[in-house]
């Protein structure tokens, strides 16, 4: 067992210990129903020394739910991360929102965006990796009663104050573990949440664009826009 694994199955003992009220009605841990993919990711990318770690808010309803990968659109987790393994459910299911594992018909436009990338720039997973490892900040999904996906940013401020630190902590040892000194959050959020975890220290923050299809920006060419944004940044 490496030693990202042994990060995540703390932070998932953790988290899955909190309490959330509504209009939260579903929480989902994709670390515990799909901690076999999830670790698969771990163990196979995990072992190298990257100069950046790319940190996503939480797990997608069509993605990390689905096959415990950090933005794990099920086709691009397969063909270019070559990740499959079994899935689970969760606690407490939503009729809305099924887990189906690496059966989900269902595709994620961020996933798809954010792995896309990687392989047309460059090349490989194994050449990504080199360079970036990518984390979710939260490794929850909350669904309302409807369905509807809640992001930890609209959670009440009493149980942010439970779950961001816990968060926090999990982020700093993986950095650690990798060795690395910058974080690129993925969208606003996420550098936000980096920027407190790694207050009066000499970790590099950073931030790019989100994928997410609700961004107009995003749907302007995504790629692109990361490539320019890393050049800035020295990156690229």
Same mark, same amino acid.
């Given at each position: 067992?490496?030693?990202?694994?042994?990060?995540?199955?703390? %932070?998932?003992?953790?988290?899955?210990?909190?309490?959330?009220?509504?209009?939260?009605?579903?929480?989902? #841990?994709?670390?515990?129903?799909?901690?076999?993919?999830?670790?698969?990711?771990?163990?196979?990318?995990?072992?190298?020394?990257?100069?950046?770690?790319?940190? $996503?808010?939480?797990?997608?309803?069509?993605?990390?739910?689905?096959?415990?990968v950090?933005?794990?659109?099920?086709?691009?987790? +397969?063909?270019?991360?070559g990740?499959?393994?079994?899935? $689970?459910?969760?606690?407490?299911?939503?009729?809305? +929102?099924?887990?189906?594992?690496?059966?989900?018909?269902?595709?994620?436009?961020?996933?798809?965006?954010?792995?896309?990338?990687?392989?047309?720039?460059?090349?490989?997973?194994?050449?990504?990796?080199?360079?970036?490892?990518?984390?979710?900040?939260?490794?929850?999904?909350? %669904?309302?009663?409807?369905?509807?996906?809640?992001?930890?940013?609209?959670?009440?401020?009493?149980?942010?104050?439970?779950?961001?630190?816990?968060?926090?902590?999990?982020?700093?040892?993986?950095?650690?573990?990798? $060795?690395?000194?910058?974080?690129?959050?993925?969208?606003?959020?996420?550098?936000?949440?980096?920027?407190?975890?790694?207050?009066?220290?000499?970790?590099?923050?950073?931030?790019? %664009?989100?994928?997410?299809?609700?961004?107009?920006?995003a #749907?302007?060419?995504?790629?692109?826009?990361?490539?320019?944004?890393l050049r800035?940044?020295?990156?690229?």
């Amino acid at each position: 067992m490496n030693q990202l694994t042994k990060i995540s199955r703390d %932070l998932a003992r953790k988290v899955d210990g909190l309490k959330f009220e509504a209009p939260v009605a579903h929480v989902y #841990n994709p670390l515990i129903y799909a901690r076999e993919p999830h670790e698969k990711y771990l163990e196979k990318f995990g072992s190298g020394r990257p100069e950046a770690i790319l940190v $996503g808010m939480n797990p997608g309803p069509f993605g990390m739910a689905q096959t415990g990968v950090p933005f794990g659109d099920v086709t691009m987790t +397969r063909e270019f991360l070559g990740i499959e393994g079994a899935v $689970g459910k969760p606690r407490a299911e939503h009729s809305k +929102r099924r887990i189906d594992g690496f059966a989900c018909s269902r595709g994620e436009v961020s996933g798809t965006r954010v792995w896309s990338w990687a392989r047309d720039r460059f090349g490989s997973a194994e050449s990504f990796f080199q360079r970036f490892f990518v984390v979710n900040y939260c490794p929850l999904v909350f %669904l309302e009663d409807s369905g509807r996906n809640r992001t930890p940013d609209k959670l009440p401020r009493h149980e942010r104050d439970a779950l961001f630190p816990v968060c926090d902590d999990a982020l700093r040892k993986t950095l650690s573990a990798l $060795g690395s000194s910058m974080v690129i959050g993925i969208g606003v959020f996420a550098q936000a949440r980096c920027r407190d975890a790694f207050e009066s220290t000499d970790i590099r923050v950073e931030r790019i %664009l989100h994928p997410s299809p609700a961004s107009p920006a995003a #749907n302007r060419g995504w790629a692109p826009q990361v490539d320019r944004q890393l050049r800035e940044m020295g990156i690229l």
